[in-house]
């Protein structure tokens, strides 16, 4: 309603609705929805939509995403559930499923779930409760009912760096077999013949698939195959990385490199040769997974494998969309392609013959 702001003045603040739009523009108030919609916006002409956003910009006009999502029955956001916000291998990724999102009128619902089980399941549950269009997930165990709940769920959803072979749920992960043959062959060029594995947790699918895909190289290679040079880390952490080198240190193992199961546990590695003082890559060579940010600024820097954190995103994304628009394909699986950036932390191995890493010939 008008009101007046002092004499002789009124000022209109009543806001403007999408029929003041439409009949701004000269159309009808569905085609105005749907020029302001993204995801509807190439149903109308282009000299159309231009007409509408001109008289929506005009007016003032903001479309209320509540009101729309009652009419459509959809909210037009979509959760995306990720073990650790403070790992620097989500960010890139979630920056990659905003970008493909975006342009079709999606916002993200993020949330953190501290790689805790019941905490998850909460938070997936307070995403369906606001009415998320779909389901990007970053953690998957290998044992997760709340995955295999969803598996069935009427609510599309895609996995993200992590797969489930057994489930029909589309994921999009890096070609981890691929990308630990590249380390392997590296280390194998350069002259090194034992090297050891720092394995993720064998609970995730990553930490099972790369460990597979380490033996499977080492005995590709010609590289010694001791289960003692193999160790399993209980959590992708660094203080993981730093106790699983000691345990293989004091185990009197020998080996001349190490392939860690990702980045953080290789940094976690770089911790404990500092405190030995065993030089890298002098003494001992150090390959990562996934080129996280800022690997490259670390003294040495770390030859790791790399992976396309946005273009992975914007897959999935991707595959999302095609299940909300009804093109659902539940058995595909893409693999993204891996190179290996080779830096300052490997090199040709020195003679190793009877002394641990770090120690003098």
């Not at 403070?86 to 970008?99: D, K, Q, S, Y």
């Not at 290679?221 to 992708?236: E, F, I, K, P, R």
């Not at 150090?286 to 992975?312: E, Q, R, S």
Request: proline share 7%; hydrophobic share 45%; with cysteine.
């Amino acid at each position: 309603m008008p009101w007046r702001a002092g004499r002789g003045s009124v000022i209109n603040v009543s806001v403007p609705t999408l029929r003041d739009v439409a009949a701004l523009a000269g159309v009808h108030p569905a085609t105005a929805s749907r020029a302001l919609n993204p995801a509807t916006k190439g149903m109308t002409s282009a000299d159309t939509a231009q007409r509408v956003l001109r008289a929506a910009e005009q007016l003032g006009y903001r479309p209320n995403a509540v009101a729309r999502s009652l009419r459509t029955a959809r909210s037009s956001s979509i959760g995306v559930v990720v073990p650790d916000l403070t790992n620097p291998l989500f960010p890139p990724i979630v920056r990659g499923i905003e970008a493909a999102l975006s342009p079709h009128g999606y916002v993200l619902l993020i949330v953190n779930t501290d790689n805790n089980l019941a905490q998850e399941e909460q938070l997936v549950a307070s995403l369906r409760a606001r009415s998320v269009d779909g389901l990007l997930l970053a953690t998957a165990r290998l044992s997760h009912p709340l995955i295999e709940a969803l598996a069935t769920a009427d609510l599309p959803v895609v996995l993200v760096n992590r797969g489930r072979e057994d489930l029909p749920l589309p994921s999009v992960v890096p070609d981890d077999a691929a990308g630990i043959g590249l380390a392997a062959a590296h280390l194998a060029q350069l002259g090194h013949r034992r090297v050891a594995h720092i394995a993720g947790p064998q609970d995730t699918s990553t930490g099972v698939t790369r460990l597979r895909a380490f033996r499977a190289a080492a005995a590709r290679h010609g590289l010694a195959g001791d289960d003692g040079l193999v160790t399993v880390g209980g959590s992708w952490s660094e203080a993981e990385g730093a106790r699983a080198l000691r345990r293989l240190l004091e185990s009197g193992v020998q080996f001349s490199a190490i392939i860690a199961g990702n980045d953080i546990l290789a940094l976690g590695c770089y911790d404990v040769l500092a405190e030995r003082g065993i030089r890298c890559p002098d003494d001992l060579s150090v390959v990562g997974f996934n080129d996280m940010p800022f690997v490259d600024k670390v003294c040495p820097a770390l030859t790791t494998v790399h992976i396309p954190h946005h273009d992975l995103g914007a897959e999935a994304a991707r595959l999302l969309l095609d299940q909300m628009a009804g093109r659902r394909r539940e058995e595909r699986s893409v693999l993204m392609p891996v190179t290996l950036s080779v830096r300052q932390s490997t090199a040709p191995p020195r003679d190793i013959a009877g002394r641990p890493p770090g120690t003098s010939g």
